[in-house]
C-alpha cells in the first residue's frame, strides 16, 4: 500500500515531532523509568518535543484555505480545448471556497451531492453562458452516470493505494472517529495532570503542552480536507469532460480513448509518453501561405525529393495531400499542400479550401517569405483559423508555426554562408533574420506557437537547413497535435456510431416489450 506518498513534508514533520515522546515513553515505560529515576533524566524530552513542534508549527504555516484549494490544482491534459482549459478556474475557486472540510462534515454524505450540484451549475453556466433555460437539460443520461461512474473510480483507485486501513475500516468506525479523538484528548489531559502529581514541576509547562496539542487537531483537519479536495478535483474533472462532450459514448469508450492522458493529468509531472499508448490516430499537417512563398519548395525539401501527390483531400479541388514520416514518431503523417492566396486579399474559392484543410489540420505550417513585409493576407487567414475554432468549442485548434522562407534574400543579399544562428544574432544576416521573425511576432502574438527560418531556393537543393530547421520544431509540437487528432477522431466515431447505436437501442427495446 503506497499510503506513504499522502504524506505532505509539513504534515509529516510536525506528526514525528509529535509523536516522538510518546513512543520514547512507550518503549521505556512510564513505569520503569520512575522506579529507576531516570525520569528526571529525560524529562526535559517532553517540553522539549512540543516546544519544538509548537515552534515549527507556527513558522511553517498551513495553506490559507481562503487563498488557495488544499492539494494538487486540476491540470489541463494535451486533448482539452482552450474553452476546457478556461474551466479550471471554476472548479480551483469552488475548491477554495469549500476548504473548510473536517472531520466532521465529511461524514455528512449529503454534503458530496449539494457541492456536486454546486460544481455541475457552475461549470453549466460558464459552458452554456448564453442560454436562460434550465443549463442542466442539454445533458444526457449517460453522460450523468459517467461522469458518477469515472469519478467514484479514480477516487475509489487512489483511497485504496494511498489511505491506510481503508479497504478495513467500516463506514460506522469512520463516524465515531471525531468522538475517539475526543476520547483521547481527554485521557491525555488525565496522563498529563497524573505525572504533573508526581512531578508538580511539569505544571509550568502546561500552557506549552496546550498550545502544541492544538498542532494535532490540525494535523486531523489536513488529512480530511486532502480527502475531499481529491473527490472535488476527481469530479470537476470529469465534469468538465461531460460538458465538453467526450462522455457521450460512455465511460467505457471514453477510457478507452482518453485514460493515459486523463491519468497524466491528474498528477503533476505525469508522463505524457503514454499518449503513444493510444491508438494509431494519424496526424495531420496543412502547409498554407501566400503564392510563391515556398510551399511546395518546402514540401519538397521535407520529403526528400520532387514527389507525386497521393491524393486530394476530399471535398476539395486543389488541396494535395503527401504521405509523411519523423523520426521517433510512429504515427501515420499526412501532409497537406493547400492553395496559395495572393499578398493582399484570400479570395472566397480559397478561404473555403483553407478552410477545409484547416478542419483536417492537427498543426498548421504557415509559410512566410521573410523578404516581404507584406501580411494583410496572412492576417486573414489566422483571423478565419480563429473563427472556425471559436465555432467549433469541442475541437482543440491547432498549434500554428511560422516558417520564414527565402532568408538568403535578406541583408546582406549577397551574403550566404549558413548555418546562421538566428536565435543568437552576432553577424549582419543573423541580425536580419532575427528581426524578421520579431516583426512576424509584433504583428501576430500569440498565435504563433513556434518559428522556423529556412532557405527554399533553387541555388543549392541539397541544402539541409529546411530538415535541420523545421523537423525539431515539428517534433516539438508532435504531441500536442497528436492529441488534437485523437479528439477529432473520437468526435468523428461518436457521430458516426450515433445511428446505429439508436437503431441497435430501439431494437433491444421492442425485444424487451414484446417479451414483456
Not at 527565402?406 to 546582406?412: E, G, Q, S, T, V
Not at 500536442?480 to 446505429?500: E, G, N, P, T, V
Request: net charge neutral; with cysteine.
Amino acid at each position: 500500500m503506497n499510503w506513504l506518498k499522502m504524506l505532505r513534508p509539513r504534515f509529516t514533520v510536525l506528526l514525528l515531532l509529535w509523536m516522538l515522546p510518546v513512543l520514547v515513553y512507550l518503549v521505556i515505560g512510564a513505569v520503569a523509568i520512575y522506579q529507576t529515576g531516570w525520569f528526571y533524566n529525560i524529562f526535559w524530552l517532553l517540553p522539549a518535543m512540543w516546544l519544538v513542534a509548537w515552534i515549527v508549527g507556527k513558522l511553517w504555516s498551513p495553506t490559507k484555505h481562503h487563498h488557495t484549494p488544499e492539494g494538487k490544482p486540476l491540470q489541463a491534459p494535451a486533448f482539452w480545448t482552450p474553452r476546457d482549459t478556461g474551466a479550471i478556474a471554476v472548479i480551483e475557486q469552488f475548491r477554495a471556497e469549500v476548504a473548510d472540510a473536517a472531520n466532521q462534515s465529511i461524514t455528512d454524505y449529503s454534503r458530496y451531492l449539494l457541492d456536486a450540484q454546486v460544481m455541475a451549475e457552475r461549470l453549466a453556466k460558464y459552458y452554456h453562458a448564453d442560454q436562460s433555460e434550465n443549463l442542466l437539460h442539454p445533458l444526457t443520461l449517460v453522460e450523468i452516470l459517467s461522469v458518477i461512474h469515472l469519478a467514484v473510480e479514480d477516487l475509489e483507485q487512489w483511497t485504496i493505494e494511498h489511505v491506510p486501513g481503508s479497504d478495513l475500516a467500516t463506514i460506522g468506525q469512520i463516524e465515531k472517529v471525531p468522538s475517539i479523538i475526543g476520547a483521547l484528548d481527554v485521557a491525555q489531559k488525565v496522563i498529563y495532570i497524573a505525572s504533573a502529581i508526581m512531578n508538580p514541576s511539569k505544571l509550568l509547562a502546561y500552557p506549552l503542552w496546550r498550545k502544541a496539542g492544538r498542532i494535532s487537531v490540525e494535523l486531523q483537519k489536513e488529512v480530511a480536507c486532502a480527502f475531499y479536495q481529491r473527490y472535488l478535483r476527481q469530479l470537476g474533472y470529469y465534469l468538465i469532460e461531460m460538458y465538453s462532450g467526450r462522455l457521450r459514448g460512455g465511460s467505457a469508450q471514453y477510457r478507452s480513448q482518453f485514460a493515459p492522458m486523463a491519468s497524466a493529468a491528474h498528477e503533476l509531472g505525469g508522463d505524457l509518453e503514454e499518449l503513444d499508448k493510444l491508438s494509431m490516430v494519424p496526424t495531420t499537417i496543412a502547409v498554407m501561405g501566400q503564392v510563391k512563398a515556398g510551399k511546395s519548395s518546402l514540401i519538397n525539401a521535407l520529403l526528400g525529393s520532387q514527389v507525386a501527390q497521393t491524393s486530394v483531400l476530399p471535398e476539395t479541388r486543389e488541396v494535395q495531400r503527401f504521405e509523411y514520416s519523423l523520426p521517433g514518431f510512429k504515427n501515420a503523417i499526412t501532409l497537406l499542400d493547400t492553395p496559395g492566396y495572393d499578398e493582399a486579399n484570400v479570395s472566397r474559392q480559397q478561404l473555403r479550401e483553407i478552410r477545409t484543410a484547416a478542419e483536417s489540420a492537427d498543426l498548421i505550417l504557415l509559410v512566410m517569405a521573410a523578404n516581404s513585409p507584406a501580411r494583410e493576407s496572412d492576417r486573414q487567414l489566422l483571423d478565419e483559423l480563429a473563427k472556425l475554432y471559436a465555432e467549433k468549442k469541442t475541437l482543440k485548434p491547432p498549434s500554428v508555426v511560422a516558417v520564414l522562407t527565402h532568408i538568403d534574400l535578406l541583408r546582406p543579399v549577397r551574403e550566404w554562408s549558413p548555418p546562421y544562428d538566428w536565435r543568437n544574432p552576432h553577424e549582419l544576416k543573423e541580425e536580419s533574420i532575427s528581426a524578421a521573425v520579431k516583426y512576424v511576432e509584433e504583428l501576430f502574438g500569440s498565435s504563433i506557437a513556434s518559428y522556423a527560418c529556412v532557405y527554399t531556393g533553387d541555388a543549392n537543393e541539397q541544402d539541409p537547413g529546411v530538415i535541420e530547421e523545421v523537423v525539431p520544431v515539428l517534433i516539438d509540437q508532435l504531441d500536442q497535435s497528436h492529441s488534437a487528432a485523437i479528439l477529432k477522431a473520437f468526435y468523428k466515431r461518436l457521430s458516426d456510431r450515433r445511428f446505429k447505436q439508436l437503431t441497435s437501442q430501439l431494437i433491444g427495446l421492442l425485444k424487451t416489450v414484446t417479451r414483456g
